[in-house]
């Protein structure tokens, strides 16, 4: 078997593997926002993430993390807890390359699928960071640092 016949005969399973860890970890943000729609964001970015690995190709997956991380940061996610749901697909993926594929096949495949969600929390992180940084942080007041002694 190959990784991507793999994702595609297994992928309602990763899903489900995924989707488990994630109601596992107590993700605030996730819970209030419901389990459809848990699980329906997981299958997106799996759906993605085969995509990539079957075309090599990383457009799509770094668009898709840009784009969620403007969403998932307006609707005030924490960006730990969206990366959490990046890494329990991939932790479901490799569960499923060691348990499915030989191992003389693991390195390629476990390269493969962590090129393509690395290439995303890259995207994600650096598209979130970008947007917490152009809001002032009301709780951050650095000025007091530079003041001077007490009593000056």
Same mark, same amino acid.
């Given at each position: 078997?190959?990784?991507?016949?793999?994702?595609?005969?297994?992928?309602?399973?990763?899903?489900?593997?995924a989707f488990l860890a994630v109601q596992r970890s107590h993700l605030k943000s996730y819970?209030?926002?419901?389990?459809?729609?848990?699980?329906?964001?997981?299958?997106?970015?799996?759906?993605?993430?085969?995509?990539?690995?079957?075309?090599?190709?990383?457009?799509?997956?770094?668009?898709?993390?840009?784009?969620?991380?403007?969403?998932?940061?307006a609707a005030g996610f924490d960006l730990w807890e969206v990366q959490t749901a990046f890494?329990? /697909?991939?932790? %479901?993926?490799?569960?499923?390359?060691? &348990?499915?594929?030989? +191992?003389?096949?693991?390195?390629?495949? !476990?390269?493969?699928?962590?090129?393509?969600?690395?290439?995303?929390?890259?995207? /994600?992180?650096? %598209?979130?960071?970008?947007?917490?940084? &152009?809001?002032?942080? +009301?709780?951050?007041?650095?000025?007091? !640092?530079?003041?001077?002694?007490?009593?000056?």
């Amino acid at each position: 078997m190959q990784l991507t016949q793999l994702l595609k005969e297994g992928g309602d399973a990763i899903v489900n593997d995924a989707f488990l860890a994630v109601q596992r970890s107590h993700l605030k943000s996730y819970e209030q926002h419901g389990a459809d729609q848990t699980r329906q964001r997981l299958r997106d970015l799996f759906i993605l993430t085969a995509r990539a690995v079957a075309d090599r190709k990383l457009g799509p997956i770094i668009a898709h993390a840009e784009s969620i991380a403007a969403a998932r940061y307006a609707a005030g996610f924490d960006l730990w807890e969206v990366q959490t749901a990046f890494n329990v /697909l991939e932790e %479901a993926i490799w569960m499923r390359i060691i &348990k499915e594929l030989p +191992p003389a096949d693991y390195a390629e495949a !476990l390269g493969l699928v962590s090129t393509v969600l690395g290439a995303g929390k890259d995207a /994600l992180a650096r %598209a979130y960071v970008s947007l917490a940084s &152009k809001s002032k942080a +009301p709780t951050l007041d650095l000025q007091s !640092l530079f003041s001077g002694a007490a009593g000056d």
